[in-house]
């Protein structure tokens, strides 16, 4: 009797038991679900992961090499203007001793001219020197270091024979005179005067240059800067033109 009654009870209770038990292993299997889940996730995210560094690292290399190959062009940009410059230089230096040759060979012959022998009877004056023997005598004393006597003699060239061919030049050498005393202002006006009488003149593209110079020495770099830009833009083919326009690209505005 007793124990029927308590039946009910008992089949309640392990009804309950056997619920708990299921839900326990429903929770154990979601959770066991969850963490596949979750580790997979986790791997995948590592996976995405190790593929980004990877496509960061394979960049810092690009990087590195783009600017390796950039220091490797800058440096042979360098050399390549250096040795153009140099060759420009040497070029200039040829062309002005074949120049000055030139000049020393009219000058002897202008001399030859004037010493030669008069006629019997003839009692005229010595004529005067020659522009060939005035330029050449002037730069003479221009390289001994007597600037003044220099300068004088170009001057009177310039006077007597105005439309000599080698006037531009003499009057660069004017300039010179000035820049050596270092009167930079006189400098600056001559080799400006230069360009302004003799414009078609390769002597002018010169002037403008050796102009940069003063100026650039004297710290005037927006007005080297203006003279450099004139002789790309006027005389563009000539030797200066070159230098002007390796030097622009260091000068500051």
């Known amino acids: 009797m007793r ?10 209770v392990l009804a309950g038991c056997l619920a708990s038990k299921t839900d326990i292993a429903l929770l154990q299997t979601d959770l066991q679900t969850m963490r596949a889940e979750s ?78 022998a008069p006629a019997p009877g003839d009692s005229a004056a010595p004529a005067a020197p020659g522009p060939g023997q005035l330029f ?56 400006g005067l230069v360009v302004q009488r003799y414009p078609r003149s390769p002597k002018a593209a010169t002037a403008l240059y050796k102009r940069a110079q003063v100026l650039r020495s004297a710290g005037q770099n927006a007005a080297a800067r203006a003279a450099l830009e004139r002789i790309v833009r006027d005389y563009p083919r000539s030797d200066e033109a070159a230098l002007a326009r390796d030097q622009l690209r260091t000068l500051g505005r």
């Open 136 to 191: 050449q005598s002037s730069l003479d004393q221009l390289r001994r270091g007597s600037v003044s006597t220099a300068r004088s003699g170009f001057e009177e060239l310039l006077r007597t024979y105005p439309t000599y061919e080698d006037a531009p030049e003499a009057l660069v050498y004017v300039a010179e005179t000035y820049a050596a005393e270092r009167n930079q202002a006189a400098a600056d006006s001559v080799y």
């Open 3 to 12: 124990l029927s009654r308590f039946a009910p009870l008992a089949s309640v």
């Open 39 to 116: 580790a997979r996730g986790d791997s995948a995210r590592r996976a995405q992961i190790d593929q980004v560094l990877a496509q960061v690292i394979r960049s810092n290399d690009s990087i590195r090499a783009i600017s390796a190959r950039l220091a490797r062009l800058q440096s042979d940009a360098s050399s390549n203007f250096y040795e153009m410059n140099r060759q420009i230089l040497a070029l200039q230096e040829l062309s002005g001793q074949s120049q000055r040759r030139l000049q020393e060979l009219r000058g002897a012959v202008e001399e030859r001219v004037q010493t030669a």
